[in-house]
Structure formats: structure tokens, C-alpha cells
């Protein structure tokens, strides 16, 4: 098979696999005829010239005749051989016939525990939170109440803190497992195009049924979960682990044994975070990012993007990856950029602010939003305890609850008055979308000086290069604290911690960065424990 690359096709196309096979024969220079299956393997859009939007496919073709003498006449970089990609597990090599434990069953836990039970350990899953369905209800509830449940809410709960966001699944990661997370979420109820697209998302409202169908197959395989039930210490003899205590809504405790646990538990578990140093698990300061949310409307971000094309039925709602590094100053990036969507009230702890961006799949709502974040370096912290970064963080989080008075509103100010730092009065043209409301005040009183000076720098920046992102009625919105965790639990080569048994997992324990890179750790995770002869 063949992978052809940078195809492109105009915006009204006719018939798109009878076009791209045309163009696939005369890349190939053979008659089409020839050409016996084309499939797509990537699409995005390309609208670096607002002129001439169009797309630019990826495809894979098989041919007749020899593959490998065609290569080698052509001799033609946009042309490489490619295989029909499959995943197998490792050989089992474990012995122990006890239950692994998998702590939290966000998208490092969801696979972890995925494969296990496909190699027929039947996995205990332990989640803090609610199951989604019920998981939603209380976030529901949180926005319209401000009663917070600090065990399920949008950080904690069934699927993740991605749930609540926008199922976005780009990454930085190259590794062949991602195309098996892929598979698997389709299999699971994801759309197919997810396969194809250069950009793939799933949405809030359609993940939170992926999430579901991937619990029961996890159970069909033997596994079992245990949900608002939370870890509150391992038991450890002879340095390896011999069992977990945990606790239930009602406040029960109660001791599990087993010699196999797996921390995928978030990058907002700080109590377990505090709990495993407590216990001499070593740790390290782990860089962060910290910033605010921007919204604008989205017809603004469509027309900055595609020009005259901005309605054109086959374009959807336009997005954007912006990064820049300011004269004498640190990197700023956008990151989480949510088309269509709303900004959200995101805590999972009494008192505090957190924001974060959420889209539903037809990413149709009046709004787009992204976080503008500052890297956080170690030698920005407070202190050299190895939990500064994740203190610091919840101090910025509990400046922001009082600045919003009190009540789980959050603090916001117009990009024309953050830039002049001075508190906002009114708002333009952008109605912020955050359920829990905002209070217009000056964010650069919040946030980090450091942090600030880059913000406002990059925001001049970032305009040059999205025409109107600095515009004087976009709203920025703070905190947004939460894009990764401020700690790595150190892990050896065999992905345990000095503790025998004990393996920290994703996002929360430093090896991950949102839901495909933390899905691919579950499943290495999952191979190593396959390959310990215990």
C-alpha cells in the first residue's frame, strides 16, 4: 500500500474519492484504472491564504503491480510505502493472581484498564467521581447552585477532565498506539471521521456516551469498578505495594489487596498527590503553564480565517494554534482552542476558580475560546518543596474565587483594558459564556507579573497573526491553572516507582499532556505490567 501526501482539492468539489483518485494516478503516473482501493488518511483545511482556501488530503492507495519498482521510478518524496496498521498485546508474563487496581478512569486509566482486561487480569477500578451520566448531573448543578462536589465535578469523575472540554484529540506525541486509541474510540461510538481529520474532536455531548460504552466493555472483559470511592493511602511492606485503603461516599474505609496499582489519577488530585509524598514517594518540580481564558465571537475568528469563504457549507467553525516568544521575555502559547464553545467554571476544590473551554461536537454556540498561557519554570516557584508549583497553584485559584466575589463568579477584564492594566467596566460585543458568570476586574492583579508581561506582549503578537485577537471587546477570563500538573511522580524504566507494584500513570503523574498522550501512557503502562514476571 501507498501513502500519497498533499492532495488538494478545491472547497466545492464534486465527488471527493473519484476527484482524489484522479489526482492519487497522475502522482503515481498510472491510468486510474489501476488504482484498486483509495482511502482517505488525512483531511484538514488549509487557509493560509484566505484567497484560496481549499484542502490538502493524505491518502492511502492500492495499486496493481509492483509497489516497491513504482517507488523507485518515481522517485517522489510525496509518495511513501505504508502497511495496514494493527495492534497486538504483549505476551502476559505475570503470574500473581491478583487484581491490579486502577486508580482514576480518565483516558490514562480508561486504556490501562482496557488492556488489562482484554489480557484477562479483570481489573478493579477505583474513581473518586461519579459515573459521567451522573457526573454531568452534579456539574449541572454546581453551575446553577455554586454547591460544589469536590469528588465529581468537571476535574474528577468518569472519563476525566477531559469530558468537559471538547474531546479534543490532536497531539505532539508521535507513537504508533494512537492510532489504536483512535480505533478503540470508535469502536466505542466515536464518529469515524476522527480517523481522517487533521484536527480530530469527539465533543463533550458525544464523549460522555464513548466513555460509557468503554466502562462496560471493560466490565464484559472481568473488570470491575467501584465509583465515588477514593484512595486515601497504599500499603507498602518490604518496598513493594501490598494494597490500597479507600474510602467511600458514606466516609467507610476499607483495605484491598493487591500487588499491582496504577495511578492515573489527574493532574487535580492533590490530596492523593500530598498523600503519596507523605509516604516518601519521590517527586519532582514539574513546569506549568498559567493564564486566562480569551473569547471572542466566532463569526470574528471564521472571517480572520477563511476570508470570503467564512460561510461556506463545507468549512466548519474555524480554529486556531497560535505561539510566539516576545522580546526578552518567555513563551506564550494558546492551547485547548474551543470553536463554537463556552468557556466553563472548572474547581475541584471549596473556594476556589478554575477555567477552562468546552465544545459540544457541532461546535455551534456564538462563541470560540482558548487559553493564553505563560510557561511556569521551577525557578519561578515559591520554594524548592517538591509540591511549590501545585501550592502556588492553589493560591492563585483562591485569589481568583475572592476577586469574583465569593461565589464561584470569575474574575474577567477586556483585552483592551488588560493590556493598559486597568479594571474593565463594561463589556463590547462579546458576551462571555462561563455559567457560573463573570465580575469585570483587573486579571493583572491575579495572575503572576511575570506572567501578565508576557500576556500582554504576546497578545500584540498573536494579533499580527490572527487579524482582531487582541481586539479591544475580547474577553479574557482567569484562571486557567490546569492545563498540566506542576509534579512528575519519578518512574524507572519499567514505568514503576521506587515502591515495587506502584505505577504512575498520564497526565497527573507528569508523562502525558491531554487525551491522546495520557490514553497512549495507559496502554504502555499496561504492556509493562503484562511484562513483569510477579
Known amino acids: ?45 488549509d487557509c493560509r491564504k484566505r484567497n484560496d482556501v481549499h484542502f490538502i488530503y493524505s491518502v492511502n492507495v492500492l495499486s496493481d503491480g509492483d509497489e516497491d519498482a513504482l517507488l523507485k521510478r518515481l522517485a517522489n518524496p510525496k509518495v511513501q510505502k505504508t502497511g495496514v496498521y494493527s495492534y497486538e498485546l504483549p505476551e502476559n508474563k505475570r503470574t500473581s493472581q491478583l487484581r491490579p487496581i486502577v486508580v482514576g478512569f480518565g483516558p490514562a486509566g480508561m486504556f490501562c484498564s482496557l488492556m488489562l482486561a482484554k489480557a484477562g487480569l479483570k481489573p478493579l477500578v477505583i474513581e473518586r467521581g461519579q459515573t459521567v451520566y451522573e457526573r454531568t448531573k452534579s456539574v449541572e448543578s454546581f453551575w446553577q447552585s455554586r454547591t460544589l462536589n469536590t469528588n465529581s465535578n468537571v476535574q474528577f469523575g468518569e472519563g476525566g477532565a477531559g469530558t468537559f472540554s471538547d474531546g479534543k484529540l490532536t497531539t505532539g506525541i508521535k507513537d504508533p498506539r494512537i492510532r489504536e486509541v483512535f480505533l478503540e474510540f470508535c469502536r466505542d461510538g466515536a464518529p469515524e471521521e476522527i480517523l481522517a481529520s487533521a484536527k480530530p474532536h469527539i465533543g463533550t455531548d458525544r464523549l460522555k456516551e464513548v466513555v460509557k460504552n468503554l466502562r462496560e466493555k471493560v466490565i464484559s472483559l472481568g473488570g470491575e469498578f467501584r465509583f465515588e470511592t477514593r484512595l486515601t493511602d497504599i500499603i507498602v511492606y518490604n518496598g513493594s505495594v501490598q494494597g490500597v485503603t479507600v474510602e467511600t461516599a458514606d466516609g467507610k474505609t476499607e ?24 509516604r516518601g514517594i519521590p517527586m519532582l518540580q514539574k513546569p506549568f503553564s498559567v493564564g486566562a481564558r480569551i473569547e471572542h465571537r466566532q463569526e470574528m475568528i471564521d472571517r480572520s480565517q477563511y476570508g470570503k469563504f467564512q460561510n461556506h457549507p463545507r468549512l466548519k467553525a474555524a480554529d486556531y494554534k497560535l505561539a510566539c516568544h516576545p522580546y526578552g521575555g518567555r513563551g506564550a502559547y494558546t492551547f485547548c482552542m474551543c470553536p463554537g464553545g463556552t468557556v466553563v467554571c472548572a474547581p475541584s476544590e471549596e473556594n476556589t476558580v478554575v477555567t477552562n473551554g468546552m465544545s459540544e461536537y457541532a461546535r455551534d454556540k456564538e462563541n470560540a475560546n482558548s487559553a493564553v ?162
Open 1 to 45: 500500500m501507498l501513502r500519497i501526501n498533499e492532495l488538494k482539492l478545491p472547497l466545492d468539489y464534486e465527488n471527493e474519492i473519484s476527484e482524489l483518485t484522479a489526482l492519487a494516478a497522475k502522482q503515481l503516473k498510472i491510468e486510474q484504472s489501476n488504482i484498486k482501493t483509495l482511502e482517505i488518511y488525512k483531511k484538514s483545511v
Open 255 to 278: 483495605d484491598i489487596e493487591t500487588d499491582t496499582v496504577i495511578l492515573a489519577i489527574g493532574h487535580s488530585a492533590r490530596d492523593t498527590v500530598e498523600m503519596l509524598f507523605n
Open 373 to 534: 498561557l505563560v510557561g511556569i519554570e521551577p525557578s519561578d516557584f515559591p520554594s524548592e518543596h517538591p509540591l511549590a508549583g501545585m501550592y502556588w497553584q492553589r493560591e492563585i485559584e483562591q485569589k481568583a474565587f475572592s476577586m469574583g466575589g465569593g461565589d464561584y463568579t470569575a474574575p474577567a477584564q477586556l483585552v483592551k483594558d488588560f493590556l493598559d492594566n486597568t479594571a474593565s467596566t463594561a463589556l463590547g460585543d462579546v458576551k462571555p459564556s462561563c455559567p457560573t458568570g463573570v465580575k469585570l476586574t483587573n486579571i493583572c492583579e491575579l495572575l503572576p507579573k511575570k506572567a501578565v508581561d508576557t500576556m500582554q506582549s504576546a497578545l500584540v503578537k498573536m494579533n499580527g497573526m490572527l487579524d482582531g485577537f487582541a481586539c479591544d471587546s475580547a474577553v479574557l477570563t482567569a484562571p486557567e491553572t490546569r492545563s498540566s500538573a506542576p509534579v512528575r511522580i519519578i518512574r524507572d524504566e519499567f514505568y514503576q516507582t521506587k515502591v515495587r507494584g506502584l505505577y504512575p500513570c498520564g497526565e497527573g503523574a507528569g508523562y502525558a499532556g491531554g487525551i491522546v498522550s495520557a490514553a497512549v501512557d495507559g496502554i504502555k503502562v499496561a504492556e509493562a505490567i503484562l511484562g513483569d514476571e510477579r
